[in-house]
C-alpha cells in the first residue's frame, strides 16, 4: 500500500526494453559518423527483416503521424480522389490528414468499436475508378478494433490506388504479409510493439507507391521521402536523427529478432484473448466484440460509472496507467494494452487491480474471478501444453 511501481499499461507508449533504455545513454556519438551510420544501417535492415517486406524501409523523427502524413503529402496532389476508411479516432486523423493537404476525400465511416468492411472498400473503389489512394488502421487503438487489411488489399491491388496502412499498433500485435497482401505503405512507430520511448517512425514503400510519387505535386520540406531514401544507402537522415532513440531501436529490434516476429504477436495475441475472458469472468462488456485487436482491449465501464474513475483510481491505488476512452468514447470505455514487453505477470497483476477497483465502487465482483481465468488461460497455453509434450 505504500510502495507503488509504475506500470505503464497503456497502448503507448508502452514499457521499455531494459536493454534498450541502457543502450541510450550511449547517445555521446556524432550522427555523422562511421559509428552511427552502422546503428542506422542495422536498424533499417532489421526493421526491413521483422516487418517482412522487399520494400524499402526508412525512418523519420516523428511521432507515427509524422510519418502518416508523409505518406499523404509524398504520393499525391492537390485535388487527388482518396478514399479513408474511418471507425474511430485515428481514422478520423487520415480525414484530417488528407482533408487538410487538399485531397478530394470519399469517406467511409462506422461508429466507433466497429471496422469498415473489405466489401465497402471494394465498392468504394469500383464508384470511384479515379481514386489514387485508400487509407486505413490495421488496428483501430481507440476502439479495440482491427480492420481485415488483407482482404482490403486484395481489392485495392486491383486497382491503381495505393493502400496506406496506419499499422502503428498493428505491427507486432497481428499477422501483416506486407507484400503478399499489397500493403504499398505501412508505417509504424518506436512507442509501441518496439518498446523504446515516442519520436521514431517508419514506413515501408513499394515499387507502386514509389512510382506514383514521380506525378505527385503536394509540396514537402522536412518530409520528403525520396530525399531520405537517397541518404539512407550511406546510413544517413536528411536530418538530424535521434541518435539515442535509434541506439534504444537497435537493441529493442535485437531483442525482437531473437523472440521472432511471429512470437512477439502471439504474445500479444494470447494476453488480449485471456485478457476478454477475465472481462466476461468479471460481468464486464467488451466495446468491439465483432472485430478485437490484440493490440488493445477497450472495455466498456459498468452501468452508471465514468471510465475515468477506474483509470484514476488504477494510477492512485496501484500506480498503474491505462488510458481512457477517446473522442466521443471518453468517460465510456477504458483501454487495457497487449503491445510490446508486456507478459502474463503483468496481466494477473491487472486483473486483480481491476477486480479491487470494481469492488471498491460498488460493483458486485467475485474477487478472484477474473484473475482464475488469466490464470486458466495461461496453464492451457503454458503449463497443459508442456506436460502433453513431455508425456
Same mark, same amino acid.
Given at each position: ?19 534498450a533504455l541502457? #543502450? ?21 535492415? !532489421? ?8 520494400? !524499402? ?10 510519418? $502518416?502524413? +508523409? ?16 471507425? %474511430?479516432?485515428? %481514422? ?9 493537404? %487538399? ?68 505491427? *507486432?500485435?497481428?499477422?501483416?504479409? =506486407? ?11 518506436s512507442q ?6 515516442? %519520436? ?12 506514383? $510519387? ?31 532513440? $535509434? ?12 523472440? *521472432? ?12 484473448? #485471456? ?34 474513475? =477506474? ?7 496501484? /500506480?498503474?496507467?491505462? +488510458? ?15 503491445? /510490446?514487453?508486456?507478459?502474463? #505477470? !503483468?496481466?494477473? #497483476?491487472?486483473? +486483480?487491480?481491476?477486480e479491487l ?35
Amino acid at each position: 500500500m505504500y510502495i507503488k511501481k509504475q506500470r505503464l499499461l497503456t497502448p503507448g507508449p508502452t514499457p521499455l526494453y531494459p536493454k534498450a533504455l541502457y #543502450a541510450m545513454l550511449g547517445s555521446d556519438l556524432h550522427h555523422r559518423t562511421d559509428d552511427f551510420r552502422a546503428v542506422y544501417k542495422s536498424v533499417l535492415a !532489421d526493421l526491413k527483416e521483422l516487418m517482412g517486406t522487399q520494400n !524499402d524501409v526508412l525512418v523519420l523523427v516523428s511521432s507515427g503521424t509524422g510519418a $502518416m502524413e +508523409a505518406s499523404v503529402t509524398n504520393c499525391f496532389s492537390p485535388g487527388d480522389r482518396v478514399i479513408v476508411c474511418s471507425a %474511430g479516432k485515428f %481514422g478520423e486523423r487520415w480525414g484530417e490528414i488528407t482533408k487538410a493537404f %487538399g485531397l478530394n476525400v470519399t469517406l467511409i465511416e462506422e461508429p466507433y468499436g466497429k471496422s469498415v468492411s473489405p466489401e465497402a472498400v471494394a465498392k468504394a473503389l469500383a464508384a470511384n475508378p479515379d481514386a489514387k489512394g485508400v487509407f486505413v488502421q490495421a488496428s483501430e487503438t481507440s476502439t479495440g478494433a482491427a480492420h481485415d487489411v488483407r482482404a482490403m488489399g486484395e481489392a485495392v491491388k486491383k486497382t491503381q490506388a495505393i493502400f496506406v496502412v496506419d499499422a502503428i499498433t498493428g505491427l *507486432g500485435t497481428m499477422p501483416l504479409d =506486407i507484400d503478399a497482401w499489397g500493403l504499398d505503405i505501412v508505417i509504424g512507430g518506436s512507442q509501441k510493439a518496439f518498446m523504446v520511448p515516442p %519520436g521514431i517512425a517508419f514506413l515501408s514503400i513499394s515499387a507502386k507507391a514509389w512510382a506514383q $510519387m514521380e506525378s505527385a505535386k503536394l509540396p514537402k520540406f522536412y518530409f520528403n521521402l525520396k530525399k531520405e531514401k537517397k541518404n539512407a544507402v550511406n546510413g544517413e537522415s536528411s536530418w538530424t536523427p535521434a541518435t539515442s532513440l $535509434m541506439l534504444g531501436m537497435a537493441e529493442a529490434l535485437k531483442y525482437i529478432k531473437s523472440l *521472432g516476429m511471429a512470437n512477439l504477436v502471439k504474445n500479444a495475441d494470447q494476453l488480449a484473448r #485471456a485478457t476478454r475472458t477475465a472481462c466476461a469472468a468479471l460481468g464486464l462488456d467488451l466495446f468491439a466484440p465483432e472485430h478485437p485487436a490484440a493490440s488493445v482491449t477497450a472495455v466498456k465501464a459498468p452501468a452508471g460509472m465514468d471510465s475515468g474513475v =477506474i483509470v484514476k483510481e488504477f494510477k492512485n491505488r496501484f /500506480g498503474s496507467i491505462i +488510458a481512457n476512452g477517446q473522442g466521443s468514447m471518453k468517460g465510456q470505455i477504458f483501454r487495457i494494452a497487449h503491445l /510490446g514487453y508486456f507478459d502474463y #505477470a !503483468d496481466l494477473f #497483476a491487472m486483473v +486483480a487491480e481491476l477486480e479491487l477497483i470494481l469492488k471498491a465502487n460498488g460493483v458486485a465482483v467475485k474477487l478472484g474471478a477474473g484473475v482464475a481465468a488469466v490464470e486458466q488461460a495461461y496453464a492451457e497455453i503454458a503449463i497443459e501444453k508442456k506436460e502433453t509434450v513431455n508425456a
